[in-house]
């Protein structure tokens, strides 16, 4: 491997997990009493134009105007579908719209190191952040003082119980179960549509809401699903068509 091309790749990793900690612990941590979740889910839901949006002035991609259409839909959907209380601050606002663009960023990224140059897959991916992963949170954690309240519940509770360990132990493979299916599927269908899925499970999380925890919904509500689950189900179909119309090299 040459100098440039092992610098692109430590540069590519970096970004990307710096991205993550950025996205996961500051912002999103910092802006829970700035918004209201309404307003943090119609912000979420425009993730699927940010990324057309660094597509096109970035990697100088479009997309089909058909695949443009379907996105109204998508996110006006998501917008019905969690209407209620909007209220943000100045700094809210901001830092939901950064949440949106690193989701995106990330995203982008994730898809570009398994498909362009670096050719990585997820697993490998996985093995070479998540040592900068763990750097990063275990130094998130000492700064933000969550290491010292870890020794605070040790020295009053004692040595952590079995089903704590076996809680922990469960998160973990789940977690890494998600990025395997997570990073795959970046790969396999594309930023774009990743980010179409994730509007589609805002849906889907009402839709499990009202079903275990008798969440209540209006018919403004109601229209915005059903909205959502038909420009989801349009895209699929633009994107379908798309990829039968394009002949298959020999």
Same mark, same amino acid.
């Given at each position: 491997?040459?100098?440039?091309?092992?610098? $692109?790749?430590?540069? !590519?990793?970096l970004?990307?997990?710096?991205?993550?900690?950025v996205?996961?612990?500051? +912002?999103?941590?910092k $802006?829970r009493?700035?918004?209201?979740?309404?307003?943090? $889910?119609?912000?979420?839901? %425009? =993730?699927?134009?940010?990324? +057309?949006?660094?597509?096109?002035? #970035?990697?100088?991609?479009?997309y089909?105007?058909?695949?443009?259409? %379907?996105?109204?839909?998508?996110? %006006?959907?998501?917008?019905? !579908?969690?209407?209620?209380?909007?209220?943000?601050?100045?700094?809210?606002?901001?830092? %939901?719209?950064?949440?949106?663009?690193?989701?995106?960023?990330?995203? =982008?990224?994730?898809?570009?190191?398994?498909t362009?140059?670096?050719?990585?897959?997820?697993?490998?991916?996985?093995?070479?952040?998540?040592?900068?992963?763990? #750097? $990063?949170?275990?130094?998130?954690?000492?700064?933000?003082?969550?290491?010292?309240?870890?020794?605070?519940?040790a020295?009053?509770?004692?040595?952590?119980?079995?089903?704590? #360990?076996?809680?922990?132990?469960?998160?973990?493979?789940?977690?890494?179960?998600?990025?395997? =299916?997570?990073?795959?599927?970046?790969?396999?269908?594309?930023?774009?549509?990743?980010? +179409?899925?994730?509007? @589609?499970?805002? #849906? @889907?999380?009402?839709?499990?809401?009202?079903?275990?925890?008798?969440?209540?919904?209006?018919?403004?509500?109601?229209?915005? =699903?059903?909205?959502?689950?038909?420009?989801? !189900?349009?895209?699929?179909?633009?994107?379908l068509?798309?990829k039968?119309?394009?002949?298959?090299?020999?």
């Amino acid at each position: 491997m040459s100098t440039n091309a092992g610098l $692109q790749h430590l540069l !590519a990793y970096l970004a990307m997990s710096l991205g993550l900690t950025v996205h996961n612990k500051v +912002v999103m941590g910092k $802006q829970r009493n700035l918004v209201t979740v309404p307003f943090h $889910q119609i912000v979420r839901a %425009t =993730i699927p134009i940010i990324i +057309v949006l660094i597509y096109r002035f #970035i990697f100088s991609k479009t997309y089909s105007t058909p695949t443009y259409l %379907t996105l109204i839909p998508t996110i %006006t959907g998501v917008a019905f !579908a969690t209407y209620g209380d909007y209220y943000f601050t100045p700094l809210g606002f901001l830092l %939901t719209l950064l949440g949106a663009i690193l989701a995106a960023l990330k995203t =982008i990224t994730a898809n570009r190191i398994q498909t362009g140059h670096l050719h990585l897959s997820a697993l490998e991916i996985l093995y070479r952040m998540s040592p900068l992963a763990l #750097i $990063q949170t275990a130094t998130y954690a000492y700064l933000s003082g969550e290491i010292d309240l870890f020794r605070h519940y040790a020295l009053l509770e004692g040595k952590p119980r079995s089903m704590e #360990i076996l809680n922990l132990l469960i998160n973990a493979m789940l977690a890494f179960i998600l990025n395997i =299916i997570s990073f795959t599927a970046n790969k396999e269908t594309g930023s774009l549509t990743m980010s +179409v899925a994730a509007n @589609l499970k805002q #849906i @889907l999380t009402i839709i499990l809401s009202v079903l275990f925890f008798k969440l209540k919904v209006g018919a403004l509500n109601v229209f915005g =699903i059903v909205l959502t689950f038909l420009g989801s !189900a349009w895209y699929g179909k633009v994107e379908l068509d798309m990829k039968s119309r394009t002949p298959t090299p020999h």
